[in-house]
């Protein structure tokens, strides 16, 4: 569909270039707009059809042959969105040259018009700068699952002025369970605001835990066991590749940081039991469901030994 979209426009564009150089000199007491001859007026008219229709059908013959080849989803979205913007300041630039005739004037005055807009329209600037930082810097993608400000979700469109997510929790819902809203940002609170990108191109994990309470009376060594082994159980071998990849990137920063081949348990004393925290890796679009298996898991683990592990009962909980 794009490539005939695109090949219609160009024999468009063609034609009306080829009728405007052809256009027979009219006579000239005809002034329809008061002192334009009318010649004039149909040649410009032929060559801005030529330049909306040829910038047209490029932009749909680039998606067609560079595009759609682009295997990510991510970068064909951002490839799209690139080529609209150029070729969107190529038309406006074409027709202006076309009706004035006075190519480096309208540079010139494109240049002047920009400053003065400028200061009347500063937010939608930002949120342009925005979006060059977002293509140049990279801090999200389309398909991360991010945190901007007080808005998390999954990004959807990033487009010239405004980031559209897909919320996660909000109002209306907890554990990262999608909403269902829709929530824009403009592109200039990247500028501004922290931004927390859970899915990273290079490293799309995050660590989570889960807490498990238990008496005193507990033998905390072999609760301890019990989890690490059901989570080794369940996460497998992937995590201990995440684990090395987490390592790798790690050791291309000056941070030096002791990193655990599998899950760990971290013991937290309360008032009235002891708190045991599984520390794990799993993609955060998982999170919610892996930490559902593994709390089932676990607690029909324990529940197989009730001599070893006993859970607290005080009202202080």
């Not at 930490?291 to 001599?307: A, G, I, M, S, T």
Request: net charge neutral.
């Amino acid at each position: 569909m794009n490539r005939f979209l695109g090949l219609c426009s160009l024999a468009v564009a063609v034609v009306a270039t080829v009728a405007a150089n052809a256009v027979p000199a009219l006579d000239p007491t005809w002034l329809p707009t008061g002192g334009v001859p009318g010649d004039v007026i149909a040649t410009k008219a032929l060559l801005a059809i030529a330049v909306v229709a040829g910038t047209y059908g490029i932009y749909h013959l680039a998606r067609h042959l560079l595009v759609r080849r682009i295997a990510s989803k991510r970068r064909a979205h951002d490839a799209r969105n690139v080529l609209r913007f150029g070729l969107g300041a190529v038309t406006v630039i074409g027709l202006l040259g076309v009706l004035t005739e006075q190519w480096l004037g309208v540079l010139f005055s494109l240049g002047v018009v920009g400053f003065a807009v400028t200061f009347a329209l500063q937010q939608p600037l930002f949120s342009l700068m925005g979006w060059f930082y977002i293509m140049i810097k990279r801090p999200y993608q389309v398909g991360d699952r991010v945190r901007i400000g007080d808005a998390k979700g999954d990004v959807i469109e990033v487009d010239f002025l405004v980031t559209t997510l897909w919320e996660i929790n909000g109002e209306l819902v907890s554990s990262n369970q999608p909403s269902g809203r829709v929530v824009t940002l403009p592109n200039s609170t990247v500028l501004s605001s922290e931004v927390y990108n859970f899915s990273w191109e290079k490293f799309p994990y995050v660590w989570n835990e889960i807490s498990i309470q238990l008496s005193y009376e507990t033998d905390l060594a072999f609760a301890q066991q019990e989890l690490t082994d059901v989570a080794d159980d369940y996460l497998g071998e992937r995590m201990a590749q995440n684990i090395a990849r987490y390592r790798e990137l790690l050791a291309e920063t000056p941070v030096e940081l002791e990193v655990r081949d599998g899950p760990s348990v971290n013991v937290v004393q309360q008032e009235s039991w002891v708190e045991l925290r599984l520390r794990y890796l799993v993609h955060p679009r998982r999170g919610q469901r892996v930490k559902n298996d593994l709390y089932e898991r676990v607690l029909e683990r324990f529940n197989e030994h009730p001599d070893r592990v006993s859970f607290p009962v005080s009202r202080n909980r």
